[in-house]
């Protein structure tokens, strides 16, 4: 059996491109005992991994050069050398860009298929919505009654945020970047508001009409000017949970910004990185919140699909050219 691979070729400066990425085929090793072989069905790509193709110091390590790109995998078990596992379970692990992975059992987790749609632990179940539990609850701490502008908000961290915020009883803007994505936010997930950051003339003066009282808690998901400018409306002891700056990950030269310090200092402002992983011994009670709220209908989720293994770079850009609406995945076999 062969297996298709996409490796690191070259670290890219800028926006990746086609040198960014190679293709190749590789044959499957033999399975050693306690390990499984896994087919991959659904691969996750995050802007994370922008990150990663790099080798600048980071909280995670770059991925090397020519070797298989790592990252969320959603598969199915094709073989299987460990009491733990049977052929045809669903699993999920940091596998990669690849058909077919080999896994220790302990590498990867079980899923059930019955219990939620095999997909939602790649985004609304898994990383992402524990981004956005985390980031909002711990950091951003909401109480009811409180303005909350998202910045990505129509993306898969974004969509949670705004309606977990909502679950918590506060007025919610959201931040994205199509008429469609702010039609999506207003109308089916609830969001109070929303601004298309492309459209709007003056995104200063758009969030002063749309948050009269000010904003209590801004979640970061983009960083940049749009940043700047929600900023500039934060109230005394407002909370910034800083999650992502995607509009930096592929300049090629380092952001300056305006300085923040004294506007933290003046209003007693509250501003935290974070990364979910911070919350890895918390992960279970995430889960299972994020899972009531599905279940009760309070959380709604959507899900950006490309087909086709050759995609998976292309569906990773879609993420910096805001294509998706939700989690984007890549449909790469069918689950059987
Ligand atoms: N701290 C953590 O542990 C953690 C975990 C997961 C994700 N994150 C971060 O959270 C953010 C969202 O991640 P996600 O997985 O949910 O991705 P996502 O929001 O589903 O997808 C990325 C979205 O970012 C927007 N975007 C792209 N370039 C932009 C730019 N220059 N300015 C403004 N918006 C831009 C696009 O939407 P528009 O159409 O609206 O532009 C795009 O759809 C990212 O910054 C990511 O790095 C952090």
Not at 90 to 100: A, C, D, H, P
Not at 122 to 148: C, H, N, Q, S
Not at 281 to 299: I, M
Request: net charge negative; aromatic share 8%.
């Amino acid at each position: 059996m062969q297996n298709k691979q996409i490796l690191l070729a070259s670290r890219p400066v800028g926006m990746p491109d086609e040198r960014t990425f190679e293709i190749r085929e590789a044959a499957i090793p033999d399975l050693s005992d306690g390990e499984v072989l896994i087919r991959a069905v659904y691969v996750s790509v995050d802007p994370y991994m922008r990150g990663r193709m790099t080798d600048a110091e980071s909280y995670i390590e770059p991925f090397p050069l020519n070797e298989v790109i790592t990252g969320g995998v959603v598969g199915q078990i094709e073989r299987s050398a460990s009491p733990d596992f049977n052929e045809g379970d669903f699993v999920i692990g940091t596998l990669g860009w690849q058909e077919y992975s080999i896994a220790k059992a302990k590498e990867v987790r079980k899923i059930d298929p019955a219990a939620a749609p095999i997909s939602t632990h790649l985004g609304i179940l898994g990383m992402p919505g524990l981004t956005a539990y985390f980031g909002l609850l711990d950091i951003g701490k909401p109480r009811e009654g409180e303005t909350v502008v998202v910045s990505g908000a129509a993306g898969a961290v974004g969509s949670t945020v705004g309606q977990i915020a909502k679950i918590k009883g506060c007025r919610t803007i959201g931040i994205a970047g199509s008429d469609e994505k702010i039609r999506y936010l207003v109308e089916d997930l609830g969001f109070d508001d929303a601004i298309n950051y492309k459209t709007t003339p003056d995104l200063r003066a758009e969030l002063k009409e749309k948050c009269p009282d000010g904003v209590d808690i801004y979640f970061d998901n983009v960083g940049g000017e749009i940043s700047d400018k929600v900023h500039a409306r934060l109230n005394r002891l407002a909370r910034v949970p800083v999650c992502g700056a995607i509009s930096t990950y592929n300049l090629k030269e380092r952001d300056i910004g305006p300085r923040v310090q004294t506007l933290l200092i003046k209003k007693s402002i509250l501003m935290q990185g974070f990364t979910v992983g911070d919350y890895a011994k918390r992960f279970k009670e995430g889960a299972a919140d994020l899972g009531k709220w599905l279940g009760e209908g309070r959380l709604k989720y959507e899900e950006t699909v490309r087909e086709g293994f050759e995609n998976i770079p292309d569906a990773f850009l879609d993420l910096f050219r805001g294509k998706n609406t939700g989690k984007l995945l890549v449909k790469v076999s069918d689950p059987k």
